[in-house]
């Protein structure tokens, strides 16, 4: 009972600042914006994997992708479209190396300091836990994404 309260909790938070970091735009700029323009800037392996990318669609993309995270941390269950995005981004394919998902995690956090006015530790710590299990999910398929495994 106290391990499913906390995780409600947990869900609650991260569900009501994606809700905010959502509906606000800082300098004409929104959410999903700023954490691109970020990341792009955070390494050149990161803008060398984005160079040919419709920018605006990869927004989208993410923007739906997130909810799949969410339902992934609460289900603990991945669909196949979560397979099919950890697939794509194995080494045979567009070759996402492990390392690239910490700086895409504390990018996100960076991102969601600066759009959730109401940002503090248990916030972040939300956050991070939804995250966590899509990008395990993800890491794990970066050798075996093939796509013939479990
Ligand atoms: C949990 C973390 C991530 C999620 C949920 C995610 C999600 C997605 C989705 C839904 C797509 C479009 C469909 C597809 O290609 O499968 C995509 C494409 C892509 N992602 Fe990710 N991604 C994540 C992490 C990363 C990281 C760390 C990088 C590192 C640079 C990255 C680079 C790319 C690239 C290069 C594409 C292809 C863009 C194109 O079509 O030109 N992703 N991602």
Avoid: N
Wanted: proline fraction near 2%.
């Amino acid at each position: 009972m106290l391990i499913s309260g906390v995780a409600m909790d947990i869900e609650c938070l991260f569900d009501a600042s994606y809700v905010r970091v959502l509906s606000r735009e800082i300098e004409g700029q929104a959410f999903f914006a700023a954490f691109y323009e970020r990341f792009l800037a955070a390494s050149p392996e990161v803008s060398e994997k984005f160079h040919q990318t419709d920018m605006a669609r990869q927004r989208a993309m993410l923007k739906k992708a997130f909810y799949r995270l969410l339902s992934f941390y609460v289900s603990s269950h991945a669909d196949y479209y979560l397979k099919e995005v950890a697939v794509s981004h194995s080494r045979a394919h567009l070759d996402i190396a492990p390392a690239l998902y910490d700086l895409w995690l504390e990018t996100l956090i960076d991102t969601v300091r600066v759009y959730d006015e109401q940002f503090d530790d248990e916030i972040e710590l939300a956050w991070r836990l939804v995250m966590t299990p899509g990008i395990v999910f993800m890491t794990f398929h970066y050798d075996r994404g093939d796509g013939r495994d479990s």
